[in-house]
């Protein structure tokens, strides 16, 4: 795509009138902001593929801030998580930050709020805080507390630091407007009571800031140009000005756009922790899941990821993407880079029968055949006993069915025509081998036969075969919305797994590496899985099909 033909987004356009305004002296710095409290999902992408790409459109640079400031929920595995997915997908942080880091600067910044007669320290619990706020259309009744002396509140809110009070006793409170139409304005909490050991800061605080009050006062101290979150921020970006304006410190800006929702799709990190914990996944970072972990493991690439966020922009309204948008995403980047192999999911056997027992030969298979030097090619052994999926023979086949059965001829992808001379049965009318001969002179590529077929199937030689697990996964909701379902897990896909012990692969597979994707010849992508597989035992994830079957089954209602 060219740069120039394509039109700015809205945070583009702000920054470029900074920049005419030679606003921060030219200086871009975005930050991504994550809670360590989960583990990464596509809708961090989003945010993560625009944080950075603003930084790197106008040479400007991104930190990565992990928003630290809830000691209960917060771990180190999600924080070296996070950090592995951002860089998996291409970027780089200028540096890597913590709010926790700034508790003691955020502290003072409390006691200068205290000082210049714009925070108190209010003993209600939150209930009576909850019911003094008002409604939107009446106004909040101010605490008994809120006109306690600075004196007071200075020796107050130094006693809750040192631990006098217990949990919820006590918390400070901003000053502002208890009849202010906007909500976050009727005095907002700044800090609050927590005996808890907090996973940097061990138990050196027992206070912890509020969202609003580090949020902002974080982007300020770091000098943060372009403070971009999505939009249930938008009521909160008055106290985000009036806090940076009472504290008279660096003026960074809040911009906010939608957050990314998808069809079939939970997102948020509680939810898909409850996934989790309940085991309806094995774990986050499940092929199933919509995390960046679960999508690399499913075979995903960073470039799908980021031509995803690419093509899904940016607004400033709510709206719901449709998932195969993003398959089709990684469909179009593994169709370019996936190398062409065989393996049969559901086998029967097929014997050739005028071949000798002993015959081999070895065909060659270009790897990638949109590359324009085929990158190279691999063997593949033939013999007269080989492997085809079940679904390509069929006894009674019907007219159009350009596979084999009785009669039928098909061609061998990479190798002969071979016409169907028999099947047999077992006991239970089951079919369990089939019969047919090559057709001399046929060869893919060198083909003089004169016969004309219209079906190409996959195969694997059997005595060359290797054994391998595949596994297929569906979505893992049914409803289009699950999330606005009273129990979002009450449509949950119970068949999204399925687990096909033993499948054949052509050998050369055996050689596969992790994080390579491979297209199976009519069966979709596929990619080992980087947590099972073991080079005894392979282990595939399908990553997607070839095509959209579930746009197939919407058409056909
Ligand atoms: P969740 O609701 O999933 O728990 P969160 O917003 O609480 O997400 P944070 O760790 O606080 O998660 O988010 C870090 C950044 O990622 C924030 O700037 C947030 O706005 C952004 N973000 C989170 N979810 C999405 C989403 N679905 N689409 C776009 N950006 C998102
Ligand atoms: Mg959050």
């Known amino acids: 795509m060219i740069e120039e033909e394509k039109s700015l ?7 470029e009138e900074d920049l005419r305004n030679g606003k921060h002296d030219g200086r871009v710095l975005t930050r991504f902001p994550p809670e360590p409290n989960g583990y990464l999902h596509i809708g961090h992408a989003k945010s993560i593929c625009l944080n950075f790409s603003l930084a790197q459109k106008y040479n400007g640079q991104t930190n990565l801030r992990f ?26 942080w200028a540096q890597e930050l913590y709010t926790s880091d700034y508790f003691e600067t955020l502290y003072d910044f409390a006691v200068q709020l205290i000082q210049k007669g714009l925070a108190y320290v209010d003993d209600s619990n939150s209930e009576e805080i909850a019911s003094s706020k008002g409604t939107p259309t009446e106004p909040g009744i101010p605490s ?11 020796q107050l809110f130094s006693e809750m630091k040192a631990g006098k009070y217990k949990d919820g006793e006590k918390v400070l409170r901003a000053k502002i407007d208890l009849a202010s139409p906007n909500m976050h304005m009727r005095d907002p909490l700044l800090y609050r009571i927590k005996h808890a050991h907090h996973h940097r800061t061990g138990d050196a605080w027992c206070i912890y800031p509020m969202y609003d009050f580090a949020h902002g006062q974080s982007d300020s101290i770091e000098k943060i140009t372009h403070s971009v979150c999505t939009l249930e921020f938008i009521p909160h970006r008055p106290l985000y000005d009036w806090l940076i304006e009472k504290l008279e410190i660096f003026p960074s800006k809040q911009y906010e756009f939608a957050r990314l929702n998808l069809t079939y799709t939970v ?34 690439t960073p470039a799908s990821i980021r031509n995803f966020c ?8 709510e709206n719901m993407i449709d998932v195969s948008l993003l398959e089709f995403c990684i469909r179009e980047d593994l169709n370019k880079t996936a190398w062409r192999r065989m393996a049969v999911l559901d086998p029967i056997k097929l014997i050739i029968d005028n071949l000798p027992e002993d015959h081999h030969e070895v065909f060659l298979g270009e790897n990638n055949p949109e590359a324009e030097d085929g990158e190279g090619s691999r063997e593949i052994p ?176």
């Open 144 to 154: 008994i507390y809120r006109n306690r002396s600075v004196e007071e509140n200075l």
């Open 267 to 300: 997102m948020s990190k509680r939810k898909l922790l409850q996934l989790v914990n309940e085991k309806v996944v094995e774990s986050w970072d499940d092929p199933r899941m919509p995390t960046i972990s679960g999508l690399r493991r499913r075979g995903y």
């Open 310 to 317: 690419e093509r899904i922009g940016i607004q400033k309204r």
């Open 67 to 92: 928003d630290d400031t809830n000691p209960v929920t917060e771990e180190v595995e999600y924080v070296d998580s996070i950090k592995k997915d951002i860089q998996w997908l291409g970027f780089q």
């Open 382 to 557: 033939f013999s007269r006993e080989l492997w085809i999926e079940r679904d390509d023979f069929m006894e009674e086949p019907p007219k159009k069915f350009f596979r084999l059965g009785p009669g039928l001829s098909v061609r061998l992808k990479h190798g002969y025509i071979v016409t169907c001379t028999g099947y047999q049965t077992d006991e239970n009318g089951h079919v369990t081998e089939v019969h047919c001969d090559y057709v001399a002179n046929s060869k893919s590529g060198e083909d003089t036969s004169g016969m004309k077929v219209k079906g190409t199937i996959h195969w694997v030689s059997a005595p060359h075969a290797k054994e391998a697990e595949v596994r297929l996964y569906d979505r893992l909701f049914q409803d289009e919305n699950p999330a606005a379902a009273e129990d979002f897990k009450s449509s949950i896909n119970p068949d999204s797994l399925h687990i096909i012990p033993t499948a054949y692969i052509e050998p050369d597979l055996s050689n596969a590496t992790l994080g390579k994707g491979f297209q199976f010849i009519r069966l979709g992508y596929f990619t080992l899985d980087e947590k099972y597989s073991k080079a005894e035992r392979l282990v595939f994830n399908r990553t997607v099909t070839l095509r959209d079957s579930w746009a197939k089954v919407a058409k056909k209602g």
């Open 9 to 15: 987004n809205f945070i583009e356009e702000i920054i």
